[in-house]
Nanobody, 126 residues
């Protein structure tokens, strides 16, 4: 079992920045591709960014390219999401997720992820 705990959410004005953290426990995340998803009220959970086990490949949703940066520290068992130039459309609950993978890859759909955190709220005011 992998337990994931997100932190760093909050209220920010449009154009501002936030850094989300996802601390993992229970197992090392070395064998897990990691990803961030988000869910706005009344909408389905959507992929934001994903990173392979050794950070060799990173993928972003088109809506966040150039503004968000995902990274991981396997020694600290932690994943990060740096969010810059935030827009009101970025508002939602942000979830960290882990998927066991024995090859370099990233999953972009929620049903492919094995473990989830409880989420952290991000609100961007206009």
């Amino acid at each position: 079992q992998v337990q994931l705990v997100e932190s760093g959410g909050g209220l920010v004005q449009a154009g501002g920045s936030l850094r989300l953290s996802c601390a993992a426990s229970g197992r090392t995340i070395t064998n897990y591709a990691m990803a961030w998803f988000r869910q706005a009220p009344g909408k389905e959970r959507e992929f934001v960014a994903g990173i392979t086990r050794t950070s060799g490949f990173i993928r972003y949703a088109d809506s966040v390219k150039g503004r968000f940066t995902i990274s991981r520290d396997n020694v600290k068992n932690t994943v990060y999401l740096q969010m810059n130039s935030l827009e009101p459309e970025d508002t939602g609950v942000y979830y960290c997720a882990a998927a066991y993978m024995n090859y370099p890859g990233v999953h972009t759909t929620p049903d492919r992820m094995d473990y989830w955190g409880q989420g952290t709220q991000v609100t961007v005011s206009s």
